[in-house]
């Protein structure tokens, strides 16, 4: 089921600046749950770190 962004109530409205680039963003609520998957790189050696579960 997808539900448009637009015909959501907006939690947070607002911009985000980059210089001379801004943004407008809107903050809505998850309509459905999904996993996150966050890949670790350390600045040593930009590769994964391989996590073993």
């Known amino acids: ?3 448009d962004a ?8 607002g ?3 980059f210089g ?5 963003e809107n903050l809505v609520s998850a309509t459905e ?5 966050l890949r670790e790189i350390p600045a040593a050696d930009s ?3 391989q996590n073993c579960s």
Request: charged share 25%; aromatic share 4%; hydrophobic share 50%.
């Open 1 to 3: 089921m997808e539900i």
């Open 6 to 13: 637009g015909s959501k109530r907006a939690l947070w409205s």
């Open 15 to 17: 911009v985000i600046q």
């Open 20 to 24: 001379l680039v801004v943004l407008p």
């Open 33 to 37: 749950e999904h996993q996150v998957r």
């Open 47 to 49: 590769d994964r770190v």
